[in-house]
């Protein structure tokens, strides 16, 4: 599978720790490690954190040739507030360069003659109309691509108008429990929220293929064919749930886009998205034969 990820690349700040992340990044170094070409447009500042970010970046086995390096930009970072349940919530800081990102035609060309499979995209970035506007460039540079929307929102770094543009575009929508419950509430004023109402109203209103609701430790709901089917989780101790969600979809995509059955592509998803929220960090290290 060759795929394409477009958005932010920042630094997870967690008291005195600081993680390299983004679920565009983050997702495609799970997507590399599982055995496919990934690649990633996005920029970074010309400082520390910039320089230390394409230095792990292409120590993960990612090229960098998509990410520019912006001079009058700092790179992104997000200040991170954990529960005791592990879960994060965050101050994201703007602008950051990944907000300025760009292609030239050169670059747009050489993604194009790759033919990716898959365009990956988020919603944060998007906020900036350039991105979005780059994003649908892409989609016109590869049009054979099918894409996966992650929608990550973000306190205040999202609006409705933009998530249903974004879900148009995709193929695949992934988002989680309370996310649907948000989009529900927000276009059923007179409606109870149900997963399985959620995903028959948003599939057909922006004609999505399959849409996946992630249910934390409780695993996942995948709605398919008019259908919808939930898939147990696997049971750890949490360390943090930053970039569990990420690798979630990294797996997931993996085993839909080689042709598993769903169930087996939910357990596969279930099981990294469980292994990297026992660890601390966006991408700690796993190895395929710990996710078996």
């Not at 997507?31 to 230095?55: F, I």
């Not at 944060?124 to 016109?140: F, Y």
Request: hydrophobic share 45%; net charge negative; proline share 3%.
């Amino acid at each position: 599978m060759r795929v394409i990820s477009i958005g932010e690349v920042l630094w997870d700040v967690i008291g005195d720790r600081e993680f390299l992340g983004g679920a565009p990044l983050n997702f495609s170094i799970c997507a590399q490690r599982l055995g496919n070409e990934a690649a990633l447009v996005s920029a970074v500042g010309e400082d520390a954190r910039g320089a230390r970010a394409l230095e792990l970046i292409r120590g993960h086995g990612l090229g960098t040739e998509f990410i520019q390096t912006l001079p009058e930009q700092p790179t992104g970072t997000a200040v991170a507030a954990m529960d005791a349940s592990g879960s994060a919530t965050f101050q994201i800081i703007r602008p950051a360069a990944y907000d300025f990102a760009g292609l030239d035609e050169p670059a747009l060309g050489k993604i194009a003659d790759a033919r990716p499979d898959w365009i990956y995209f988020g919603t944060l970035a998007q906020t900036s109309p350039d991105n979005e506007a780059l994003l649908r460039g892409l989609i016109a540079a590869a049009p054979a691509a099918r894409r996966f929307y992650d929608m990550n929102l973000r306190e205040g770094q999202w609006s409705l108008e933009l998530v249903r543009r974004l879900s148009a575009l995709a193929t695949i929508v992934k988002l989680n429990e309370s996310e649907a419950e948000t989009l529900f509430c927000m276009t059923h004023t007179s409606e109870n929220f149900s997963i399985d109402g959620f995903c028959r109203f948003w599939s057909q209103a922006h004609d999505n293929e399959l849409i996946c609701i992630t249910l934390g430790e409780h695993g996942c709901a995948v709605w398919s064919h008019g259908a919808l089917r939930v898939f147990p989780g696997v049971a750890v101790k949490v360390v943090d749930t930053v970039g569990a969600g990420d690798a979630f979809s990294a797996a997931f995509l993996h085993g839909f886009h080689l042709g598993w059955a769903i169930e087996n592509a939910a357990a596969f998803a279930n099981a990294l998205g469980a292994l990297v929220a026992s660890r601390a960090g966006a991408t700690p290290a796993w190895t395929l034969e710990e996710l078996r």
